[in-house]
């Protein structure tokens, strides 16, 4: 299991680096201090270690999730935190930087997407907090709001755009329009 471990923490920060395609195995074997036998005993192909990856920064992103989910907030509040959430995993946390990244790049391919995993916790919250979100537009264009924020995160992060974090920049765009909104129903 600490092999394992090992080999999927390198392969995050090649992934992450480098893409699926720029990823050299001998030098996930490096990094892991493992030897090329070592690798394919746990992994036989390249495609079983993205695999391997993807599923652990779901698996990351899914229990962060479920933390923030369960801390008290009100309207939508815990969809506002649910998406700092994401944009902080995205900002600090390679496996989960890489998870997305594979996510994009090998779509198609039978692996499951990053994104497809907190969506059902998104639409989830979306529905707990129906009522609410309707004052700031319909669920469906707040969903789509939170995958440009979280979209708009992961650019800024992987391209070093930051002017503070990723999870402030977030918590920013949300209050300004949550502020916008209900300035506009207070003066129709």
């Given at each position: 299991?600490?092999?394992?471990?090992?080999?999927?923490?390198?392969?995050?920060?090649?992934?992450?680096?480098?893409?699926?395609?720029?990823?050299?195995?001998?030098?996930?074997?490096?990094?892991?201090?493992?030897?090329?036998?070592?690798?394919?005993?746990?992994?036989?192909?390249?495609?079983?270690?993205?695999?391997a990856?993807?599923?652990?920064?779901?698996?990351?992103?899914?229990?962060?999730?479920?933390?923030?989910?369960?801390?008290?907030?009100?309207?939508?509040?815990?969809?506002?935190?649910?998406?700092?959430?994401?944009?902080r995993?995205?900002?600090?946390?390679?496996?989960?930087?890489?998870?997305?990244?594979?996510?994009?790049?090998?779509?198609g391919?039978?692996?499951?997407?990053?994104?497809?995993?907190?969506?059902?916790?998104?639409?989830?919250?979306?529905?707990?907090?129906?009522?609410?979100?309707?004052?700031?537009?319909?669920?469906?264009?707040?969903e789509?709001?939170?995958?440009?924020?979280?979209?708009?995160?992961?650019?800024?992060?992987?391209?070093?755009?930051?002017?503070?974090?990723?999870?402030?920049q977030?918590?920013?765009?949300?209050?300004?329009?949550?502020?916008?909104?209900?300035?506009?129903?207070?003066?129709?």
């Amino acid at each position: 299991m600490k092999t394992r471990r090992a080999l999927i923490a390198a392969a995050a920060a090649e992934f992450d680096r480098n893409g699926y395609a720029g990823t050299s195995l001998a030098r996930v074997c490096s990094a892991a201090g493992v030897t090329m036998g070592a690798l394919t005993f746990h992994f036989p192909t390249k495609g079983d270690l993205a695999s391997a990856v993807g599923d652990e920064g779901a698996d990351l992103t899914c229990e962060a999730l479920r933390a923030t989910a369960q801390r008290p907030a009100q309207g939508l509040g815990t969809l506002v935190e649910s998406t700092v959430t994401l944009a902080r995993l995205l900002e600090e946390d390679v496996v989960v930087r890489a998870a997305a990244r594979l996510g994009q790049e090998r779509a198609g391919t039978g692996m499951n997407s990053w994104h497809a995993a907190w969506m059902p916790q998104v639409r989830e919250l979306l529905d707990r907090s129906a009522k609410d979100a309707e004052e700031y537009g319909d669920l469906a264009g707040i969903e789509l709001l939170v995958i440009y924020l979280v979209a708009g995160a992961e650019a800024a992060v992987r391209a070093g755009k930051l002017d503070g974090s990723a999870q402030e920049q977030v918590r920013r765009l949300w209050e300004l329009l949550l502020s916008g909104a209900g300035n506009r129903s207070a003066s129709a």
